[in-house]
């Protein structure tokens, strides 16, 4: 009987992690009002303005579009680019920040959450835009 048990707490511990993993991710489609705030760069020489100067509109369709992957996979397998947008955005009724990378990667935190994102096919969004 003990063992049923213990098997069976077991099963509900797994089940509530896994649930809550799930919840854990940005529905995109419930972002809005996104707004650029920011432009920083850590060699303003190699990684300009220009690389990463979207719109408020391009910066939420960054999101719509991107991945959501964890942040070892874009560690592992992303280029991390020294320069980046920043600002706000509205996630259900939430004010939260975001930041976009020009190497096509990005994060958004709302309180303690962090979502990691990367985007394979914004290659449109990043290129570089003639100097008037």
């Known amino acids: 009987m003990e063992i049923r048990f213990l098997t069976c707490s077991l099963i509900f511990t797994l089940t509530l992690t896994l649930t809550a993993c799930a919840t854990s991710a940005i529905d995109v489609h ?10 920083n760069s850590a060699d303003k020489e190699h990684c300009r303005r220009s690389d990463v100067d979207l719109s408020h509109s391009q910066a ?16 592992d ?3 991390y680019a020294p320069c980046y947008i920043e600002g706000i955005l509205k996630y259900r ?8 990378r020009a190497g096509a990667t990005g994060h ?13 096919n914004c290659d449109d969004l990043f290129s570089s835009k ?3």
């Open 30 to 39: 419930a972002i809005s009002d996104v707004y650029v705030t920011d432009f």
């Open 93 to 100: 009724s939430k004010s939260c920040d975001w930041e976009i």
């Open 130 to 132: 003639p100097t008037q």
């Open 60 to 75: 939420r369709d960054f999101f719509l579009r991107a991945k959501q992957v964890d942040r070892q996979i874009l560690h």
């Open 77 to 79: 397998h992303y280029n």
């Open 108 to 120: 958004i935190t709302c309180g303690d959450i962090t979502e990691y994102f990367a985007c394979d």
